[in-house]
Every structure is written in C-alpha cells, then in structure tokens.
Antibody
Framework: EVQLVESGGGLIQPGGSLRLSCTAS????????MAWVRQAPGKGLEWVSV???????YYADSVKGRFTISRDNSRNTVNFQMSSLRAEDTAVYYC????????????WGQGALVTVSS | DIQLTQSPSFLSASVGDRVTITCRAS??????LTWFQQKPGKAPKLLIY???TLQSGVPSRFSGSGSGTEFTLTISSLQPEDFATYYC?????????FGGGTKVEIK
C-alpha cells in the first residue's frame, strides 16, 4: 500500500528554520516526481515546490530562496528545509506523489502543521 | 503566472442534483488540468487528471471536460459523501497554481 507520512512540523519563531520530512512506503521516491503543497488555516491550496526524478527543482515565488526540497533515496524520504520563516508560512504542509511521468498528484500524506509565531 | 478562477465559490445542492463547477484559466493550458476533492481535516484526493481522465477508484458520476481556458467538473448525481470543497490545478507552467476552491454544501 502506498503511504506518505510527514513529520517535523511544529511551532517556530519568525526568522527560524524547520525541516519537514516525508517518508514513503509502497513505492520509491526516486521513481516519481514529488511535491509539497500547503494550506493556510481556512484557506485554499497553494503549490509550493516539486523535485523531479532527475533532480530538477522548482519553487513558488513566495518561498524561493528560503525553502529547499531534496530527496534521500537511502531513506526513501523527501525533505523540505524551510528557513527565514514568516507568519504567512503558517500552514498545513502536504507531501504528495505525482503519477508516473506526470505532475498529477495522486497520493498525499496527512499533512504537517507548521505554525510561525512569537 | 497563470490564474485559475473557479465558479461558483460556494454551491448549495441536494442529494441527487447534477452539479457543475467551472475553472477558467487566464491563458491557454491545453488539457493540463487536475481536479481534487477535499473534505475538512483531510488531504486532497485526486479525481480527474488531464482535464477528463477519471482517476482509478473514483466513481463514474464524476466527469471532467474542457481544453484551453475553460474546464468543468460535473457530478451527475450528488451523493452525501460528495459534500466537500473542490479545487482545480493547472500543470501547464510554473508556478503550478490552484483555483480558489468551490465548497459544495447540503441544501
């Protein structure tokens, strides 16, 4: 069974750093493009980042230069390093897998809440 | 950036109703559009990809159509489990934007 489990969320002060991890089971993260999508409280979905199977990465303008997506094939994990955090980064962060050879997100984790507040 | 405008943003309907949600793109995106369903406190669920292809396991009462700038998601006969918020997403160019969502509630 395909499963994605996010970890690493929590409360962090503005300007701080946090790393989210997404541990996959039932497939290998190196075989699919992987993405992060976030949702601020009571708001809609916002695409944040993607890492291709070949290693190319893309980011939303709102996080470019502050967030970094990476993949650890040995742990079958996708990581999301977030730095210079702002109040507006407060959201549930979802890890998602794309269908093979596409960017259509067919499997999602349960989400990790990140709260940026002093 | 490509903007996606969903309409309506809120919809009140009864079980058995036919429901149509529209997603308009600010520029042509071919058929690079996905539809998701999200229930409160849950992760989104893929319903339709490539504008009109039903994801495996999704009931056939859901269908998608459109190409270019105008797309629709149709639920042929609304069921109690379909009350949720629906989002479109374009995958034509970065950033990969979502529509604002359509909340479907019970009348």
């Amino acid at each position: 069974e395909v499963q994605l489990v996010e970890s690493g969320g929590g409360l962090i002060q503005p300007g701080g750093s946090l790393r989210l991890s997404c541990t996959a089971s039932g497939f290998t993260v190196s075989s699919n493009h992987m993405a992060w999508v976030r949702q601020a409280p009571g708001k809609g979905l916002e695409w944040v980042s993607v890492i291709y199977t070949g290693g190319n990465t893309y980011y939303a303008d709102s996080v470019k230069g502050r967030f970094t997506i990476s993949r650890d094939n040995s742990r079958n994990t996708v990581n999301f390093q977030m730095s210079s955090l702002r109040a507006e980064d407060t959201a549930v962060y979802y890890c998602a897998r794309a269908r093979p050879s596409s960017l259509y997100l067919d499997q999602w984790g349960q989400g990790a809440l990140v709260t940026v507040s002093s | 950036d490509i903007q996606l405008t969903q309409s309506p943003s809120f919809l009140s309907a009864s079980v058995g109703d036919r429901v149509t949600i529209t997603c308009r793109a600010s520029q042509g995106i071919s058929n690079s559009l996905t539809w998701f369903q999200q229930k409160p406190g849950k992760a989104p669920k893929l319903l339709i990809y490539a504008a009109s292809t039903l994801q495996s396991g999704v009931p056939s009462r859901f269908s998608g159509s459109g190409s270019g700038t105008e797309f629709t998601l149709t639920i042929s006969s609304l069921q109690p489990e379909d009350f949720a918020t629906y989002y479109c997403q374009q995958l034509y160019s970065y950033p990969l934007t979502f529509g604002g969502g359509t909340k479907v509630e019970i009348k």
